[in-house]
């Protein structure tokens, strides 16, 4: 087939374009920064920045796409703070939220790959504490970090095995939650943390919001319907300064989505609402997802990562974009074989 210079002049936008859309990348569901963005935008020095700035703004959070937990209801659950912002004052934890993680041993504490890392190396474990036994943030007691684990073949990039483990300098007597030990699709879920809230402020307070379990097909999709819609203001900002007509935009659009590829793997799983009313949020990840039934909670999932449109300056909670978690029943070997427990 003939392609002529407009053809050429087309294709070269197209990448230039594509080159743009690939060095945004996902929003983590912690920080808020894209995964290509630079390292210092990780959690562990990007969150307590966001927190204090919020503090001495004077702004406050209210509670929307969740509510307030009640004092002691997630025994399990752990804030991960920046050593170096903690003094003996406990309210300097508040600032030095950056993580969440759950207790699934006395001293093992479960969270994710990309909460470990800065400057694209994993952190010291002095450089983390544990604070347990927290509702509030100026609660609860530190436990200081012994070691620290990332999966070997985590990707952060596509936040691929995003999981890791934190041993403690001693045991924490707080009541762990369970793994589970099946592979879900759909159901009921609960995501609990002190991250980002819809007006943009965070809670000194931990939070809960019920989701549901959606397919990986459904997660895709609306994640693809994201990135198809980038596409096209990327490619139609080039298209005016190139005066390629309407119609070769949007061909072109569809070509390339054409041959987008799942963003979601196997190790993944999805939850969240339509409307995006209720999602896990910056400061969040790293933190549980689970079910509750006659035995109590049940983990199934780690916050890892979601995705909004560029044209939105609204962290997460967008429409069929559902938030992305670690698939927890695909590494209970995993877990077994660093921790030792079953």
Same mark, same amino acid.
Not at 28 to 33: E, I, K, M, T, V
Not at 110 to 124: I, P, R, S, Y
């Given at each position: 087939m003939k392609r002529d210079k407009g053809f050429f002049a087309f294709a070269a936008a197209t990448v230039l374009s594509l080159a743009a859309l690939s060095?945004? *990348?996902?929003?983590?569901?912690?920080? *808020? !920064?894209? !995964?290509?963005a630079k390292a210092e935008t990780s959690p562990l020095g990007r969150v307590p920045e966001l927190r204090k700035a919020q503090r001495e703004? *004077?702004?406050?959070?209210?509670?929307? *796409? $969740?509510?307030a937990a009640e004092k002691d209801a997630y025994p399990f659950q752990v804030a991960l703070l920046s050593s170096g912002l903690l003094d003996p004052d406990p309210l300097t934890q508040l600032?030095?939220?950056?993580? $969440?993680?759950?207790?699934?041993?006395? +001293?093992?504490v479960?969270?994710?790959?990309?909460?470990?890392?800065?400057?694209? +190396?994993?952190?010291?474990p002095d450089s983390v504490t544990a604070l347990v036994g927290a509702t509030d943030l100026a609660e609860g007691e530190r436990i200081e970090v012994a070691e620290i684990i990332a999966h070997e073949n985590y990707d952060p990039q596509a936040f691929d095995n995003d999981v890791g483990l934190i041993r403690l300098a001693r045991p924490a007597t707080q009541a762990p939650i369970r793994m589970t030990r099946e592979d879900l699709e759909t159901g009921a879920a609960r995501v609990i943390g002190w991250g980002k809230m819809e007006n943009g402020g965070f809670p000194d307070t931990l939070m809960q919001a019920d989701v549901?379990?959606?397919? @990986?097909?459904?997660? @895709? !999709?609306g994640i693809k319907d994201i990135y198809a819609r980038d596409l096209r203001l990327v490619l139609s900002d080039y298209g005016r300064r190139m005066r390629i007509s309407q119609d070769g935009i949007e061909r072109a659009t569809s070509l390339i989505a054409e041959t987008m590829a799942d963003p979601l793997t196997g190790n993944m799983i999805c939850a969240g609402v339509p409307s995006g009313a209720r999602d896990a949020c910056n400061g969040d990840s790293g933190g549980p997802l689970f079910t509750t039934g006659d035995d109590g909670p049940v983990q199934v999932g780690i916050v890892s990562w979601g995705e909004g449109p560029l044209s939105s300056n609204i962290a997460c909670g967008h429409e069929n974009a559902y938030g992305v978690y670690t698939r927890l029943s695909e590494f209970r070997d995993w877990v077994a074989q660093k921790t030792g427990a079953q």
């Open positions: 060095a945004a *990348g996902p929003v983590l569901a912690q920080d *808020g !920064a894209r !995964a290509g703004s *004077g702004e406050d959070s209210r509670v929307i *796409g $969740g509510t600032d030095a939220q950056f993580c $969440g993680g759950s207790l699934i041993a006395p +001293e093992w479960l969270t994710a790959a990309h909460c470990l890392f800065q400057f694209g +190396e994993l952190v010291k549901e379990l959606f397919s @990986n097909d459904a997660c @895709n !999709a």
